[in-house]
């Protein structure tokens, strides 16, 4: 089916917002791509990300569900999620789903394995991977991509922001422990994954890291099952108030890999 050109499935999601309120976690209704953010103490900034995805989504011929993963947060995030998705849910449902395992795969995981729709993927809530990444992204995937992800080192790829030197840095270190493993991948990191849901399940099941390497297990167990990924340069933003901690979860991430190495042929 050409998802891209069914009217009938994209009428279908938008329904009765009445019926909609309520079905956070697993009564999900069927939609064509379920959008998962990760959100650790995101009260500030996800109602700006909300918005500006719910308004591109909205335009889209898909259907699409955006699915908040509440990371164990000790501010309003939860609370702010909601109220966004009473002011936005009619264009585009919005639910959320605790998480209260720390860690970006933890949370990631938990949004991607508690839906159904054929497809479905992440990005951070930064944004700083422009959402029209989606429309090359989707277009793969119904030609039969298992996994399409954002690369910020592939050929055609630019900063629009640069990073940080101790963020480049580790970057680079990282990508050549990387290298080895996960061939024929420039970048394993970019906070933009997006998946056909048979391949990413398949591979899902047996991810065992949470924290920040997490990307590179499962790309590495979609490599193993012989699933086709396809890279996108896109012009990435660095923003500054990523969660990420380049020292502490810099070393986190660089044991889990060695971990991997280990543990995987």
């Known amino acids: 089916m ?41 009260a500030a900034r996800i109602p700006g990300t909300l918005i500006q995805a719910v308004d591109f989504l909205a335009g889209q011929p898909w259907s699409s569900r955006i ?11 939860g609370a702010v999620v909601r109220r966004i998705s009473r002011d936005k849910g009619s264009e585009i449902p919005i639910s959320v789903v605790g998480c209260s395992r720390r860690g970006k795969g933890a949370a990631v ?10 497809y479905t993927g992440f990005f951070d809530a930064d944004l700083a991977t422009p959402l029209e990444t ?13 996994a399409v992800i954002a ?7 630019t900063f629009v922001q640069p990073q940080q030197l101790g963020r480049r ?3 680079t270190a990282f990508r050549v422990l990387t290298k080895s493993k996960v061939k024929g991948i ?13 391949a990413l399940t398949a591979a899902m099941v047996q991810c065992r890291t949470t924290g920040f390497a997490f990307d590179v297990e499962l790309l590495l167990r979609l490599q193993h099952q012989g699933a ?5 340069p896109v012009a990435w933003t660095d923003v500054a108030a990523s969660t990420f901690r380049p020292f502490k979860d810099g070393i986190s991430s660089f044991a889990s890999v060695l971990q991997l190495q280990k543990a995987m042929p």
């Open 186 to 198: 420039w970048d394993t990191q970019c906070g933009f994954k997006f998946f056909e849901r048979a």
């Open 151 to 157: 690369s910020r080192h592939a050929p055609g790829s």
């Open 2 to 42: 050409d998802l891209l050109h069914s009217h009938s499935i994209h009428t279908g999601s938008r329904g009765s917002f009445q019926a909609r309120q309520g079905t956070d976690s697993l009564r999900r209704s069927q939609v064509d791509l379920e959008v998962v953010i990760p959100a650790y103490n995101e």
């Open 169 to 171: 840095v580790g970057g």
């Open 134 to 146: 989606l429309i090359p992204t989707m277009a793969h995937l119904e030609e039969g991509a298992s």
């Open 67 to 77: 699915v908040v993963v509440d990371n164990g947060s000790v501010d309003e995030t």
């Open 228 to 232: 086709r990924i396809v890279e996108l």
């Open 109 to 118: 995981s938990r949004g991607l394995l508690s839906g159904t729709s054929r």
